[in-house]
C-alpha cells in the first residue's frame, strides 16, 4: 500500500507530505486548493509524462516521492527482485523533473529509465481520474474494462504478438507481390535481351582480344615488311647490322683490355650486348613467321565486332560491358523465378500465421464471453447497489466485418444500459444521465478491480453529478472496496467523506507573494467541522455540526476518530 507522498515544488505545492495508512482516505477542501494536482503528483512519481510547466515558478526543478509497503509475495515485490531493485519489503519510487525539462526517475535510490517507473508503478497504483466515466461511451474502454475483468493479459498478448506477426508478414506478402508484377512486366524483354547476349556468346575480355587481333591483321602486311627490316638491321645484314658492328667492336676491346684490363668490364657488357642482339633476332623472325595475310579471319572478326558494338549501342553502353550486362540481366531473370518459390514460401507462412492469429483470436473471444456473462450480472448487482435497482448491464459482442481480426481481437465490445425496469438496453453515451454514468463507472470499476486490481486505488472525484443518498451509497461502495485494496479518493461530497477511515483536509494558503497547499489529517473534532462546512457552506451554524455529527456516526463508529 501507499504510505508516504512527498512533493517539493509541483504548481502550488511547495512542500507537501501526506501520510497514508489502509483503509479508505479522503481528501477534501475548497475547489482550486490542489487536491487534484496531489493526485497528479503521484501519478508523476509512477511515471506519467511531465515538463518543466510543472516547476513550481521560481524552483529549479520539481521533486515526487511515493513510499510503498510490499508484501514479500506481491507482484510488485516480484519485479523489484528481478530487476535487483528490491529493499525489504519496501518500494520508494521518486521522480525529478528539472525546470530546464529533463525528467530522472528513480527507484529505491537507483536511477532507472522512466518505462521501468511505469511499469513497476502499475502494478502498485491504478488511478480513476474525475472524467474517467466521460470515456465510458467509447468502445475500446468498454473493451479494456472487459478485459481488466476478465483477466486475461496472456489471451491478450498471444493475440497482439500473432498479429503483429500476421501484419507483418502480410505487407511483404504485398511488397513481393508489387515487385513481382513489376517484373513480370519486363520479363519478356529481359529474356529476349538475355537471348541476344547468349546467342553472341561473348567471353569477358573477349572484345579487347577481337580488337588486337584486328590491329594486326588489318596490318599484316606493314607488321611483315617492318619486322623483316628491323630483323635485317639487326643480323641479318653480313656487313652494317648492329650484330656485326658490336661484333668487330668486341674483338678490338679484347685485344686492347689485354694492354689496359680497365677495359675488360666494357668488353664483357659488349658480349652481353651481342647476345641480347641474337635473342632479339630469334624473336623477331618468330613473329615474321606467324604474321599473315587473312582476309577470311579478318572479315570474320570484323563481323563479330560490328555485332558487339551494334548490341551496345542498343542498350546503350560500352562494348567491354556487355559480358556483364549479360550476367546481370541473367541474374534479373533468375530472380524472378526465384521470386515465384519466395511467394509461395511466404504465403504458406502468412496462411499458418494467419491461422495462428485465427486461434488466439478465438481463445480470447471464448474467454471474454465468459466474462461478459459474470461482468453484466455483477455489475447491475453493484448497479443496485449504488441505488439504481432495476438498471442493468448487458455486454454485447460484435464480430468484425468479413470476419476480420484486429490486434485487440476479432469482436467489438459494447456495454448496453438500461436505466429502469422494462428498458430496452441502449448505448451507454445515450441513455445514461450524468450521475447515472458517475455511477455506472463506479460500478465497473469496483467490478473490474474487485478481485485483481493494484493493492491501492485512486478515485479523483468519481462521484461528480450526484449527490443526496446516491453519494452516500457511492461511499459505502467506496468504503467496501477498501476492504480488498487502499482506496484514497479526492471528494466533495460529504457523504462520502463521512464513509472514510481517515480524511485529510487540503487548503491552500498565501505567503510571500505566493499560493502554499498546507494538508492535515483530521481528527474528530476536525472531522465534524470539515464536513459541516462540505454541508452547510460559508456559515456554519451548530445545526449543521449535529449534522455532520450525525454523519459520521451512522457510518460506523471506526471512522469517527
Known sequence: MLTRLHVRNLAVLDDVTLEFRNGFSVLTGETGTGKSMLVDALALALGSRADSSAVRSGADRTEVSASFDLGPTSTAAAWLRQHDLDSDGDCVLRRVVGSEGRSRAYINGRPVPIEMLRDVGGQLVEICGQHAYQSLGQRP???????????HPGLRHAVLRAHASWSSLQAEWHR???????QRAREDLLRHQVRELSGLGLQPGEIEALEQEHRILANAGQLAAGVAQALERLYDTDEGSAYGIVGMALRELRELAEIDPALAPTAATLEEAGIGLREAAGQLRRRLDAIEHDPGRLAAVETRIAAAQE????????????????????????????????LRT???????????LR???????????????????????QLAQLGMPGSTLVVRLEPLPDGQCAAWGKEQVEFLVATNPGQPPGPVARVASGGELSRLSLAIQA??????????????????GIGGSAAEIVGKCLHRLSDR??????????????????????????AAGQSQVRTREL?????????????????????TRAHAREMLRSSGSRRTG
Open 447 to 464: 467490478v473490474s478491480i474487485a478481485g485483481h486490481g493494484a493493492p491501492t486505488l485512486i478515485f479523483d472525484e468519481v462521484d461528480a
Open 176 to 182: 513481393l507481390q508489387s515487385t513481382q508484377r513489376d
Open 311 to 342: 548490341l551496345a549501342r542498343k542498350h546503350r553502353i560500352p562494348t567491354d560491358q556487355l559480358s556483364a550486362l549479360q550476367q546481370a540481366l541473367q541474374a534479373e531473370l533468375d530472380g524472378i523465378d526465384a521470386s515465384d518459390d519466395q
Open 141 to 151: 474502454t468498454q473493451r479494456e474494462l472487459l478485459d481488466a475483468y476478465g483477466d
Open 359 to 381: 486461434d488466439a483470436a478465438a481463445a480470447l473471444s471464448l474467454a471474454r464471453q465468459q466474462a461478459a456473462a459474470t461482468f453484466s450480472i455483477a455489475v447491475s448487482e
Open 523 to 543: 481528527d474528530g473534532r476536525g472531522r465534524v467541522e470539515e464536513i459541516a462546512r462540505m454541508l452547510g457552506g460559508i456559515t456554519i451554524t451548530e445545526r
Open 346 to 356: 511466404l504465403g504458406s507462412q502468412l496462411a499458418a500465421c494467419e491461422q495462428q
Open 485 to 510: 485494496h487502499q482506496v484514497i479518493c479526492v471528494t466533495h461530497l460529504p457523504q462520502v467523506a463521512s464513509q472514510a477511515d481517515h480524511h485529510f483536509a487540503v487548503a491552500k494558503e498565501a
